[in-house]
């Protein structure tokens, strides 16, 4: 069984404030936490630009299928204590496409604001 692999903008202060807590979380080490700067042999394999990648969270669940957004944020807290109640409570909510609308605001915001001088893959 494969672990999800995670895709974060390791250049950018909030996405590495945001991942940072998430990896103190994983002490069982459940999921593969990829810097997308330093992955790009990997986010090829995925059909996955750095453009693409640093506009919005992308994760490869265990089964390889790839979540874009908030359903990726999903994958993850399914994987770590304390989140994955989190994740249950958004499901049975049924809170999934609010999030998804509300994150991809916040992720144009974000994007924008980050790239806002010009943004290349590398940055």
């Known amino acids: ?24 979380q994983d002490k069982a080490r459940r999921i593969h936490w990829l810097d997308l700067h330093q992955a790009a042999q990997v986010l090829e394999q995925r ?6 990648a640093m506009q919005v969270l992308h994760v490869a669940d265990q089964q390889g299928t790839l979540h874009r957004g908030a359903p990726a944020f999903m994958v993850i807290w399914d994987h770590l204590p304390g989140y994955r109640h989190l994740a249950s409570a958004v ?15 916040f992720a144009k915001w974000r994007f924008a604001r980050r790239c806002r001088s010009g943004c290349s893959a590398e940055q």
């Open 47 to 52: 059909g996955i630009s750095k453009r693409q």
């Open 1 to 24: 069984m494969h672990k999800p692999q995670v895709f974060f903008d390791g250049n950018c202060p909030l996405c590495r404030k945001e991942i940072g807590h998430y990896q103190r």
């Open 91 to 105: 499901r049975l909510l049924r809170l999934e496409s609010v999030m998804q609308s509300v994150y991809l605001r």
